[in-house]
């Protein structure tokens, strides 16, 4: 069971990037995929996460919404974490998180998670 991230750069300020997580070995229903980052020195944060069960339902933190998106291609068996309207505090190493779990609720923190990807570095120039 992997997880690749990819999509980070470096990107003006309002600008958009669109991240990707693509599972392998698994595939996206029945889990609870997270997106986090990081700052060197800081902890990791909770950016975003989609449960994936009797339907889906995405959960973003206060910091991102409006502004981030999760969506995912079936076909491709990936998920997007779309952002928009970037900030230079949006600059951080994002990662997304896999956790097999039915649950109604989010998973906000990293140690619920057991499969992670190995990040992706976000640029926001200002």
């Known amino acids: 069971v992997q997880l690749q991230a990819s999509g980070g750069g470096l990107v003006q300020a309002g600008g958009s990037l669109r991240l990707s997580c693509t599972p392998s070995?698994?595939?996206?229903?029945?889990?609870?995929i997270g997106w986090f980052r990081q700052v060197p020195g800081k902890e990791r944060e909770w950016v975003a996460c989609?449960?994936?069960?009797?339907?889906?339902?995405?959960y973003y933190a206060d910091s991102v919404k409006g502004r981030f998106t999760i969506s995912r291609d079936n076909a491709k068996n990936t998920l997007y974490l779309q952002m928009n309207s970037l900030k230079p505090e949006d600059t951080a190493i994002y990662y997304c998180?896999?956790?097999?779990?039915?649950?109604?609720?989010?998973?906000?923190?990293?140690?619920?998670?057991?499969?992670w990807g190995q990040g992706t570095q976000v640029t926001v120039s200002s």
């Open positions: 989609v449960r994936n069960n009797r339907g889906s339902a995405y």
């Open positions: 070995g698994f595939t996206l229903d029945g889990y609870v």
């Open positions: 998180a896999a956790q097999e779990k039915f649950t109604m609720r989010p998973l906000l923190d990293q140690g619920e998670y057991k499969y």
